[in-house]
């Protein structure tokens, strides 16, 4: 996982870490100055797209981790703020089974938090479970977020 500020200068490192990181960012910095309305955008085809969405967040009890194969997640802040878990693998028991590109793992009891409030993203990679929209202090509020799903 990578957590930073979009107008952080770590940006173009974080490019390098993959081929498609520079169309993933170009897009993002793009979406967060347009805040376009909610709904699914392609970029790439389905190398590189983006969802744009807004909702509550939830309480821990109701918050399940995701996993993917086939796709890095970059999640981006708009507006509000949310807690994101992240957690090993070998760590967590499937709630589901494995469906195009996501399954759910059911959360334990200890597992890494992030706080992020806007203008900020997290990075998980395949195989990297997270728990995102988690709500601060377990008190629901409105977040407006992009998600870059990019094919690894």
Sequence with gaps: MIAAK???KMIESYK???PRFEVAFEALKKFAAECPEDGKYEIDGKNVFI???TGPTKPTAEKKFEVHRDYIDI???VSGEEIMGNESLDKLTPATEYKP???KLDLNDEYDKIKLEAGE???FFPYEPHAPGIAVDD???EVKKIVVKVLA
Excluded: E, G, R
């Design 6 to 8: 979009l107008n952080d």
């Design 16 to 18: 390098k870490v993959h």
């Design 51 to 53: 969802s744009v969405m």
């Design 75 to 77: 999640q981006y802040i």
């Design 101 to 103: 590109d996501v399954q």
């Design 121 to 123: 993203f997290a990075i």
């Design 139 to 141: 008190k629901p509020i």
